[in-house]
């Protein structure tokens, strides 16, 4: 099948390599040039612009846009007309499903069918193959199934549900109809909400296992610092990068993330290259949102959340002002900053 | 190598039944006989007494404890006097490590060696094998070592971590020295804290996602209700069932929670046999009260943990306070419990 | 100075009173005739039809809206056409400051001005004074100074801060022009925010007393129940309602929800009349997706917020899942809901 | 009534001054010669040594401890064997009420009486009075009854809540006999596990307030940093110092420590004077190993005692951890610490 591949960044590139691979066409296009070469080398067929890429695709158009979110709108309205009713176009970047609501609408009246995909994997998604998040109208996913099948991980992936029996169906092949419009960016927005919560889960794990020394180490004493009572309860210097290791197997919090952790940790204990300052994407804020007005509590993803916030200084007037009142009722001094 | 297993419920005798199929001599006993006849007949040897039991085992003698936490010390206290200097006895159910720092402490006297095995894998272990957490004495836990690599699920259980060579070492058989006594249970208690922390990141984000259909739902209008300011951007039914077998492929969240998860809503999408009061067994709350004395935040384990007491109702009477205060600063009526 | 008040509930009644008392001239109006009455009773003039209530005002007209948020934009729609050029309307009601900013825009052509007032002081409001907070443009909020004064609790009703000195400022009065359109709001959705926050220390810190007694209750002894290590220290039996008047005096901890908590608890120890069931009316919500988008931490409004969502069953799917996990991995039954 | 006073800092020192006020004779004693001067200039009774303090008290004798937590029991391991059968030693300080429970315990044999004071008010208290949470001997507590009533603020301190009628009891003169021994400083515990949360409500709502001006600001444009959708509706540049001082009359959220947070922010808006490094000693994290002995959820405490870690650094190590996951799964760079 046909597929015309725009934004060739780390996502991008490799999904067409593993569209090649299995004997897809690929027509690419990239503003910048260069990421279009090693693809040509590949097999794929490069576009000088836009309009050359449009042309070079057999109707009805299969676009798949894998872009930065802030790119999306600009590159569509670039795109847009250029399309013909019956195209579609499928973002299968890390949108707000807000967005496709909203897109999907502008261009039903183009009869442009809109496909929005949410794409988990990573780097690591060539070889493991993606986990498809897909939000549309039946018939045309239907239309798109052996691109999703390719990119998604197979049924080996994974050992079967017990229970599960048949031919597997497509949630056992790695890609999913979610719902309407929204709803594949949806899913994957709260995929990452999970995401996070899973990998705070792990970080503050560690981090207690970390300061099972506090007992050994030397603490002020002084009014500002609570002593700790039973110093010889915290007399453990645990080497944490084998616990990740050992807990891969037969343990109950096995998981992928576990095993980046174990292979980080291998790599570097102290993850000296890193200084703590935690972005975040936007999904783990849309999830909370959703929650929110869903009026479902989410303490668990907030509180991991918030942390990515605080590790970027945010919680620095917030702070300052404790520190305040502390001194104004108890004449408290501040510690100095570590 | 020959071991003697005090307690065969669920765990012990699963652990005794894979002992024997590696070809160790396992001598067994339980306060309720019947737990006996089953791995009598699967080759095990059966005791009448606790003082039958001791007997039969060769010196020095290795006495492995599976019970309930709460039967341990008592249990330990008929056992000791029968036990003479260079015996080794391991507790490998759920003690605080607290507790393992104090028996240590009561055996050494008596010269008898005393090790802590943090043991996960639940009723899936005999299969998988089990992932264990060890504290105590270094010689001791080198003679012990056929019986640990025994009950490890071993290195094939997960492929192998990138920069790992050489013979693998015993994490990667699944079984870990962690330090001194305590250490072993420590270890497993986070581990549990981490698996509450997990779990409650899936509930979370399950939740979220069934709820997605909140613009759909009749909403009261009154004063007490929030609106919903776009009910369009809430109409998706959301499969979760399908949702959580999708995920298990290639997506970030992978896990094998994510696999029981797949499993349990395959069965039944509403998991209408559970009312949803969830039980806490102990680690959890340790693990949050070692992370307090380390002074080491741990917020989403904190979360977890709360949760599980609000499903509880332990914070009804909290929750009538607001609503008390609520009305009156505001004169706010309680709406009706649902 | 004149003033038109549409809306003649709780709020909006006790400001006209407070207004005539100081010897403003009101107009009122209320699609429920009967609200009308007790107040031309007490010297305002009462009107039959919004056009009526409109001619009764004198140019520019001052009209103040205190209605539910979801009816202030259905009124505006009706009363905006008989507006002329400079006169003004002002909206007192609890609406979220995204519609303050549309509506400003939405009034701005017709030249007629819009201000934001959130309200603070609740059914206490016309004895105490009402907290005003104050958005929109500076020469329309001189001209309603007079106003503002009156409805304001006045300086006297809280001690100087050292280091103020001069003539009181407006803040020093009890209102403030805190920026422009929606700024009102927004500062009195992080009042309610903050709100939250505070009522759910005081509840959080009353049931940790209230259960000071755990010691004493009999537990279960079961693999399902933690058992409580010392109940010795958990053997007081606390009188919460003296605690609550206690700690009005001298303590750290003193405040008017603390005045008003006392007074609950003095009334009824149990508040047996309260089932627990928290509503939210908008204002947590939205201060918490103001935090997010600012991002910002705010784990501590987050964690009262979802816990009121709790209060109302809306976690009761996750926790079902935790109970299915649990039995999933480890054959735990779940215990019977208390 | 004779007060003998060992611990001469800011509280114990203020306490003395305000007996002496009301005509209590003092007996002083610090280990600080120098502490005892102003006192023995404003009436107290001076000593050279602990022997001759214990020796100018009148039988039975009464001994209040004002010292840090740490040293209450070196000094009582010197004073008690100097004491008789029927004194009576005060702990004023803030001891861990597990520490009341064994020192009670302790004293029992030799007949000396112990009773635990839970002291709030700060440096304010010598002109306030403080809040005395009080446990003990029921008789005890009768003999000190004019103490305490010297030390509290006094009836008129606050309004007298609505139903309260007769002579007012001892709660409303700020001082309360709260159960057997440990039950003060149990209140006490409890006291400042709120206060924790009643800050940090503040510090987030004052924070949010200030970022109020996020639409302003320049952000980086990239994958690493969420764009903000609606600029325009974070615009606003808030006085915050002004809004405190607004609060302060009126509104639901007034409060002493609105009251503090008004003086403070006046002083300096930006709090340049402090870095935001915010100690803990002791009461918050017991308040919530208290909550979770008892089974009873305490999110809104806890996380305000998570923040105050943080604040310290103490989760840097687990945020490194975030951010490596990131990098491995997601190939995502850290942004540099700003």
Not at 2 to 19: C, D, F, K, S, Y
Not at 55 to 67: D, F, N, Y
Not at 169 to 187: M, T
């Amino acid at each position: 099948m046909q597929l015309g591949m725009i934004g060739l960044g780390r996502m991008g590139a490799n999904m067409v390599e593993r569209l090649l691979a299995a004997g897809h066409d690929c027509v690419v296009y990239d503003a910048h040039a260069a990421a279009m070469m090693d693809l040509v080398g590949k097999g794929a067929e490069g576009s000088d612009s836009l309009e050359a890429f449009v042309r070079k695709l057999e109707k009805p158009r299969l676009v798949w846009l894998m872009l930065p979110a802030a790119v999306v709108d600009p590159v569509l309205d670039d795109l847009t007309p250029l399309l013909e009713p019956g195209d579609i176009v499928v973002d299968g970047g890390n949108s707000y499903y807000h967005d496709d609501l909203r897109r999907a609408e502008a261009l039903r009246p183009r009869a442009v069918h809109y496909v929005d995909v949410g794409v988990s994997g990573g780097v690591w998604g060539r070889e493991r193959g993606y986990c498809l998040m897909i939000g549309g109208e039946e018939p045309i996913l239907q239309h798109l199934d052996p691109i999703f099948r390719t990119l998604a991980p197979g049924v080996e992936a994974a050992p079967r549900t017990t229970g599960a029996s048949g031919p597997p169906e497509p949630a056992e092949w790695g890609y999913l109809h979610c719902g309407p419009h929204g709803a594949g960016h949806f899913v994957k927005m709260v995929h990452n909400g999970i995401e996070y919560a899973l990998m705070a889960a792990y970080a503050e794990g560690f981090n207690i296992l970390r300061h099972a020394d506090a007992g050994l180490v030397k603490r002020d004493k002084d009014a500002e610092t609570t002593p700790l009572r039973h110093p010889e309860r915290y007399a453990y210097d645990i080497d944490i990068a084998r616990v990740a290791e050992l807990w891969r197997r037969g343990s109950v919090v096995g998981s992928w993330l576990l095993d980046l952790s174990a292979h980080a940790l291998r790599a570097s204990p102290d993850l000296a290259a890193f200084s703590g300052r935690v972005s975040d994407s936007g999904e783990g804020r849309w999830t909370l949102q959703a929650a929110i007005e869903e009026g479902v509590p989410a303490p668990v993803i907030g509180a991991a959340l918030f942390n990515r916030f605080e590790s970027r200084g945010s919680a620095d007037f917030a702070n300052r002002l404790l520190s305040a009142l502390r001194w104004e009722f108890g004449g408290h001094q501040e510690k100095p900053k570590p």
